[in-house]
């Protein structure tokens, strides 16, 4: 008996939905993708089952309240899901090194779904993940703090972010995913035209991982507003705390707009309606905005810790104080209040009128001069100091100088009549990269390198790490400059194949060479990890303050212990740590005597938060109603059953610390 | 080694980018976009080149300053030694100098882009001794569809258009949203269901240039390109009397079949009937019911 969907007429399987054996049929690519993954996965389970780390994994890990372990668990993923990303991007490189008059290697539908795979994934599971995890790696640190606000509420937002990351690879074994783009535009993206299942998985896997960022914003928010240790004033934060509480308020804002925008999608896709549909009263014009309204503040929410974690690294390599303090709050404040203004700029093309476009236009190119002032700020903050040129240092050398081209073509496409020429086409496509990762990736390399021995209690491999950025920015030049040329030349984005006689071949394989040095890099990279982790002993921070660092996090022991602070310090100036080492006996006030500290217990119910949500996405992706309830009550009982726990903490006795 | 490292690395990005840019400069005339042949894509493409200069005052010093404090302030270097100011922390003229310059960069560019936003409104006609024509642009799944209203003729993937005369084009899609993009001869604008946008071109001389759709709208999408040829004032007329003479008309009916098959197609030219195929395309997605 199949049960008849009243409104699309489809017909559902009352148990499975329309889940079938089929799903996982692949053409013989998908199906090698499918099978790496899938071995991967086992081997994972199997080193977990043979070495007997289960009970590890659950107790010491899955289960932490400890916003440092919750940091690692957000960047272990991230950096998995960037293996995925770049997997995507050899597919697409490689598709258009060989598609000259020829089909190429994958069909149209298939490199479709491709790109939208490789954008989804790289903003909301890579550059969202990173984020998020340094975030919790060092924001409690830097403010003198244990932990965050709501550790419980931490635990949950990573879960819903791995609860869409699971749904967004499911697509790749059981079904497909959305071949629309990263940003699945109505109509295109509507019944008619992309019936399937994969727009409902690219709908499911970021809006559950959209509710866990808007979470977690609320989350580092109120941990900015409310623990600061004391003498901390917000005119005496740490830069990197004053970027995320600016990329916070633009989570908080901007993230309900995508979660109201893709229910809007979801209602059009499963019960009908015509909110964005061509024609039935539909209109995509107000999709775009709306995605756009959350699409904008999002590249802000992603650039502005990554200026943050520069604004830390550059003074602590330069040994000098952070120059133009208060010019870079204002800034900051400056860009996060533009951000809101200027989503327009998306869509210059759609026909708004000539009043609107310039204001819009106008609005994008001033939020060059804050980001321009901050890029000065930097560079006096190295000037007249002593450069140390670390890792880190490297990495911000790489941001200045392809940010500002990135900045410079960005500039360019914000004068509306430029932008009609330039708009959706390659160079459009470089443009976003240079910020991306020159901008953000740059900067989360730049911090991750950074805060790693704080961490883990050792440093990375210094020389590997150098390797791997000069391949990373080799690779980066040589994958993007072609970009922008064939760009010019009159190349759209999002092609699977393009005419011989056009001449670009030539410059999509000095593109897919540089993606390739790209991978190099990354492989040093896991490279430096491994080394790193095998020479572990040699590499120890014994000091707690491996690179002379100034702010709160280097005056703790390295690893940092899961209470943070033994004692908590008492601050009275910007660079407390620094200070304190200069002989300014002041700058981090005697401490109390150590006493009993209260941590949350660990708990699991995150992680069942977490499934619960992912099977109420995968059961409305599939059309099987029944789970819905089922998949909906579990997670409201689990929400319940935690309110109603008044045994959450847990005492570590004073003798027990490391003072 | 770290040193040799980065002059390595350097020299090879500074390779890699002088050979790229060695080959556009001496290519020119491969880039399209520089390749304008008509008053507005001329005016477009001057306009980047404007704001590109502008940008370059302020990209230029930063790239002189990064390399020049980060070799002169490397901790290596023992005569910067003495320089050494640890606690220098704010200067209020430098400031201001990088709030100041960036912002009067911007306020100029801001000017120019009011201004010129307003004089390249793709909705603004093209002021002309001549009578503008005007074609209607379908895009369908994965081709461009023609309407001549005035001739009651019309074309797939071909736009023939008479150089010198402004070209007033209404655009729509019976498809998911494309963007309708004509380089050469001006920028892009969406085509729509049940909108009509508006774009107004000139073909300054004779020639072929091509056009395409720049936004995704499905499998069929990278083969959505057309030919633009702007011909003399008789050619025009003789094109005309061709496409008359070949007959094959396009009805209510022959027209939903070829909206509705989802498919590339090659060039070729109808009759229509008089009246508004156009408008009915339009407006049969603002009826308040559509069936799938």
């Not at chain 2, 080149?49 to 490397?74: C, E, Q, S």
């Amino acid at each position: 008996m199949n049960v008849v969907h009243l409104l699309t007429g489809a017909t559902d399987n009352p148990i499975w939905g329309r889940l079938t054996l089929q799903a996982s049929q692949h053409d013989f690519i998908t199906m090698g993708a499918v099978i790496t993954m899938v071995a991967g996965l086992l081997a994972i389970v199997a080193g977990l089952t043979i070495f007997k780390k289960w009970g590890w994994l659950w107790h010491e890990w899955l289960t932490s309240l400890d916003p440092k372990r919750i940091g690692v668990m957000y960047i272990a993923v991230a950096v998995v899901m960037l293996l995925r990303g770049l997997a995507d991007v050899g597919m697409m490189r490689a598709q258009q090194a060989v598609a000259a008059g020829h089909p190429g290697i994958v069909d149209a539908e298939h490199f479709q779904q491709i790109f939208t795979a490789h954008g989804t994934i790289m903003i909301f599971f890579v550059a969202m993940g990173l984020m998020f995890g340094i975030i919790n790696l060092v924001l409690p640190l830097q403010l003198g703090a244990r932990d965050v606000a709501f550790p419980f509420l931490n635990s949950v937002s990573f879960w819903l972010y791995f609860a869409g990351m699971v749904l967004v690879n499911a697509s790749l074994v059981i079904g497909e995913i959305g071949a629309t783009g990263w940003l699945a535009y109505p109509p295109l993206s509507e019944l008619a035209y992309s019936p399937g299942v994969g727009v409902d998985y690219w709908i499911w896997s970021i809006q559950i991982a959209g509710i866990g960022s808007l979470l977690s914003g609320i989350n580092f928010m109120t941990t900015i507003i409310k623990l600061r240790r004391a003498g901390m004033t917000l005119m005496k934060m740490p830069m990197f705390a004053w970027s995320v509480l600016n990329s916070m308020v633009l989570v908080i804002f901007a993230f309900p707009i995508l979660t109201a925008t893709l229910t809007l999608l979801t209602l059009d896709r499963t019960m009908g309606m015509h909110f964005f549909t061509a024609g039935g009263g539909g209109n995509a014009m107000m999709y775009v905005n709306l995605i756009w309204a959350w699409g904008h503040p999002e590249v802000y929410i992603l650039v502005l810790p990554a200026f943050g974690i520069f604004s830390e690294v550059v003074p602590t390599f330069s040994g000098k104080r952070l120059f133009g303090y208060k010019s870079m709050v204002f800034a900051l404040a400056a860009i996060t209040f533009l951000s809101y203004v200027v989503w327009l700029h998306h869509f210059f093309t759609m026909g708004a009128g000539a009043d609107v476009n310039a204001f819009f236009g106008i609005m994008t190119m001033v939020i060059a001069v804050p980001t321009g002032v901050k890029v000065f700020n930097w560079l006096f903050t190295m000037f007249r100091g002593r450069v140390r040129f670390t890792t880190p240092m490297l990495w911000f050398m790489g941001f200045v100088t392809t940010f500002v081209i990135g900045g410079m073509s960005g500039v360019l496409m914000s004068v509306p009549s430029v932008d009609f020429q330039l708009h959706n086409s390659l160079f459009l496509v470089a443009h976003f990269h240079n910020m991306i990762i020159g901008g953000v990736v740059f900067g989360f390399f730049a911090g991750l390198t950074y805060w790693f021995p704080k961490i883990f209690g050792f440093r990375l491999h210094e020389g590997l790490g150098r390797l791997a950025f000069w391949f990373w920015l080799i690779g980066f030049i040589t994958a993007f400059t072609p970009l922008y040329i064939l760009g010019m030349m009159g190349a759209t984005r999002r092609l699977d194949h393009y005419d011989a006689s056009l001449g670009w071949q030539w410059l999509f394989i000095v593109a897919g060479v540089g993606a390739a040095l790209v991978v190099v890099g990354v492989g040093f990279q896991l490279l430096q990890l491994g080394w790193s982790i095998w020479k572990r002993k040699d590499l120890r921070d014994t000091t707690g303050d491996p690179w002379d660092g100034r702010t709160l996090e280097w005056s703790t022991p390295s690893p940092a212990p899961e209470y943070g602070f033994a004692t908590l310090p008492a601050v009275t100036t910007r660079d407390p740590f620094w200070e304190a080492k200069q002989g300014n006996k002041q700058a981090i006030a005697p401490a109390p005597a150590v006493t009993n500290i209260t941590v949350p217990h660990n708990t699991g119910l995150g992680v069942v938060i977490g499934a619960a949500t992912g099977t109420f996405g995968f059961a409305v992706i599939w059309h099987i109603w029944w789970l819905l309830p089922v998949s909906l009550l579990a997670t409201i009982v689990t929400i319940v059953a935690r309110a109603n726990d008044d045994d959450t903490e847990r005492v570590i006795p004073a003798k027990e610390l490391t003072v | 080694m770290n040193k040799r490292l980065a002059v390595c690395g350097s020299v090879i990005i500074l390779g890699i980018v002088g050979a790229l840019a060695g080959w556009v400069l001496t290519h020119l005339g491969q880039l399209t976009l520089l390749q304008a042949r008509g008053p507005i894509a001329l005016q477009e493409r001057n306009l980047m080149g404007v704001a590109l200069g502008l940008m370059l005052l302020v990209i230029v010093p930063v790239y002189v300053l990064i390399f020049t404090i980060a070799l002169r302030y490397r901790a290596g270097n023992t005569r910067a030694r003495g320089r050494y100011r640890p606690n220098w922390d704010s200067d209020r003229r430098l400031e201001a100098l990088w709030w100041g310059v960036p912002l009067t960069v911007i306020t100029i560019l801001a000017t120019v882009t009011w201004v010129s936003t307003h004089q390249l409104d793709p909705v603004r006609p093209i002021v002309s001794s001549h009578e503008p024509l005007t074609v209607q642009v379908v895009a369908l799944r994965y081709k461009w569809l023609f309407i001549y209203p005035d001739y009651n003729l019309a074309a797939l993937n071909w736009l023939e258009i008479p150089a010198g005369r402004p070209i007033s084009l209404q655009i729509t899609a019976d498809a998911p949203m494309n963007s309708f993009w004509l380089p050469q001869l001006g920028g892009q604008i969406y085509a729509m269901p049940g909108m009509s946008t508006q774009l107004n071109l000139q073909a300054d001389h004779a020639g072929d240039y091509r056009g395409t759709s720049a936004n995704l709208s499905g499998a069929g999408f990278a083969d959505m390109h057309f030919t633009a040829r702007a011909v003399s004032d008789a050619e025009f007329t003789n094109w005309i009397g061709q496409v008359r003479a070949a007959g094959g008309g396009l009805d209510s009916a022959a027209y939903t079949a070829l909206a509705s098959h989802a498919a590339s197609a090659k060039t070729q030219t109808y009759a229509v009937a008089a009246g508004g195929l156009y408008h009915d395309i339009v407006a049969q997605y603002r009826q308040p019911t559509v069936n799938y």
